[in-house]
């Protein structure tokens, strides 16, 4: 089972990146896929989950500038990032896992993650 993080890079603050995470190896059917972040130092961070029939669930923070959406044929999330923060900088990192509703936000709810992929955003 893998998970294939990409799409990050550095951007100016106020710009945007879309970053994509393909699963493969087995089927997702019914699995929630969420996005996390770490910065340096800190812990990792909930970002956004999209559960299997697609109700989306996003941290305070993200809420109105980030939009997470999924390809259930393609077995595929995606994080639309758009009026970057520098603050925002991370290394972004998705998971994906059979979750009850009220673990969403937990990072080790969930089964299978990714290798992260790098976002820097400059002032």
Do not use: H
């Not at 990146?17 to 961070?45: D, I, N």
């Amino acid at each position: 089972v893998q998970l294939q993080a990409s799409g990050g890079g550095l951007v100016q603050a106020g710009g945007s990146l879309r970053l994509s995470c393909a699963a493969s190896g087995r089927t997702f059917t019914g699995y929630t896929m969420g996005w996390f972040r770490q910065a340096p130092g800190k812990e990792r961070e909930f970002v956004a989950a999209i559960r299997w029939a697609y109700t989306p669930y996003y941290a305070d923070s993200v809420k109105g500038r980030f939009t997470i959406s999924r390809d259930n044929v393609k077995n595929t999330a995606y994080l639309q990032m758009t009026s970057l923060k520098p603050e925002d900088t991370a290394v972004y990192y998705c998971g994906a896992g059979n979750i009850i509703v009220s673990a969403t936000r937990f990072p080790t709810s969930y089964n299978y993650w990714g290798q992260g992929t790098l976002v820097t955003v400059s002032s």
